[in-house]
């Protein structure tokens, strides 16, 4: 086998860990919109780090850090409801980091990998820095799963029990913005949320504890991923929409198979 595809299946691997226990949480929190505006964001940092002369990932995980953290700010300070400060947010970060892109003068820039992702690309160094960023993700994750619980049942007696909600919503939304940095180049700024929001969605129609939902939701992943790799090497189509529409596809199945089961 090819050494790219190894390390494509590898890369694939390490994002469909840590998008299992990270997306079950974004389904129970409905927080999908908020995924969807770091991933536009992150075309921001893209077209910093090429005005700036510094790494892309670097200056991804910058920006989608700062987005972050402002909108931890701006949920309190202000009145509007949270769809709609997702929504002004989301789209206006995309629309500057487009204009940004297309203002850098001589910039030669793969856009259609930057939106759409561009897996088979993706080096060793990429895919090292995947799992080392996952794994740290996965142990925080593991670390606050019971005050993550909590929050996510019931915010007010999660406080009233001593969580310290404010900083576990924190890491929570830190941590949504270091994997999306990373998985960027997997599936892309406009399909990274698909990644953590389905195959989370497909192991809810399984799982009886929340437990066993972020495992089953990692094992959909990265079936997701090995079909749609398989895909992209046999039909010759993109590696990160075919990733997303297999994901789409094991959750049909799951539709289906839920409703035969009644």
């Given at each position: 086998?090819?050494?790219?595809?190894?390390?494509?299946?590898?890369?694939?691997?390490?994002?469909?860990?840590?998008?299992?226990?990270?997306?079950?949480?974004?389904?129970?929190?409905?927080?999908?919109?908020?995924?969807?505006?770091?991933?536009?964001?992150?075309?921001?940092?893209?077209?910093?780090?090429?005005?700036?002369?510094?790494?892309?990932?670097?200056?991804?995980?910058?920006?989608?850090?700062?987005?972050?953290?402002?909108?931890?700010?701006?949920?309190?300070?202000?009145?509007?409801?949270?769809?709609?400060?997702?929504?002004?947010?989301?789209?206006?970060?995309?629309?500057?980091?487009?204009?940004?892109?297309?203002?850098?003068?001589?910039?030669?820039?793969?856009?259609?990998?930057?939106?759409?992702?561009?897996l088979l690309t993706v080096s060793a160094a990429d895919t090292l820095t995947i799992w080392l960023?996952?794994?740290?993700?996965?142990?925080?994750?593991?670390?606050?799963?019971?005050?993550?619980?909590?929050?996510?049942?019931?915010?007010?007696?999660?406080?009233?029990?001593?969580?310290?909600?404010?900083?576990?919503?924190?890491?929570?939304?830190?941590?949504?913005?270091?994997?999306?940095?990373?998985?960027?180049?997997?599936?892309?700024?406009?399909?990274?949320?698909?990644?953590l929001v389905i195959p989370a969605a497909t192991a809810r129609h399984f799982a009886k504890t929340?437990?066993?939902?972020?495992?089953?939701?990692?094992?959909?992943?990265?079936?997701?991923?090995?079909?749609?790799?398989?895909?992209?090497?046999?039909?010759?189509?993109?590696?990160?929409?075919?990733?997303?529409?297999?994901?789409?596809?094991?959750?049909?199945?799951?539709?289906?198979?839920?409703?035969?089961?009644?």
């Open positions: 086998m090819a050494d790219f595809l190894i390390l494509a299946l590898l890369a694939g691997t390490g994002v469909a860990l840590i998008t299992g226990p990270l997306g079950a949480f974004v389904v129970w929190r409905r927080m999908a919109y908020f995924g969807d505006t770091l991933a536009h964001s992150a075309l921001l940092g893209i077209s910093l780090s090429l005005w700036l002369s510094i790494s892309p990932s670097i200056a991804v995980t910058l920006v989608c850090l700062v987005i972050a953290s402002g909108l931890l700010v701006l949920q309190e300070r202000l009145t509007l409801a949270p769809d709609t400060l997702l929504g002004i947010l989301s789209h206006s970060s995309l629309a500057l980091g487009l204009i940004a892109v297309y203002l850098i003068p001589d910039a030669r820039i793969n856009l259609e990998g930057i939106l759409f992702g561009d960023v996952g794994l740290v993700v996965l142990g925080l994750t593991l670390w606050l799963w019971h005050p993550l619980l909590a929050i996510t049942v019931h915010q007010d007696l999660a406080q009233v029990e001593g969580v310290s909600v404010a900083a576990v919503k924190t890491v929570l939304m830190l941590s949504l913005a270091l994997v999306i940095a990373i998985t960027m180049k997997v599936v892309g700024v406009l399909l990274i949320t698909a990644l929340p437990e066993a939902m972020a495992v089953m939701g990692s094992v959909f992943g990265l079936l997701a991923v090995v079909c749609g790799l398989a895909a992209s090497w046999f039909m010759d189509t993109p590696a990160g929409p075919s990733i997303v529409l297999s994901a789409g596809l094991f959750f049909l199945l799951a539709q289906i198979a839920r409703g035969n089961a009644r």
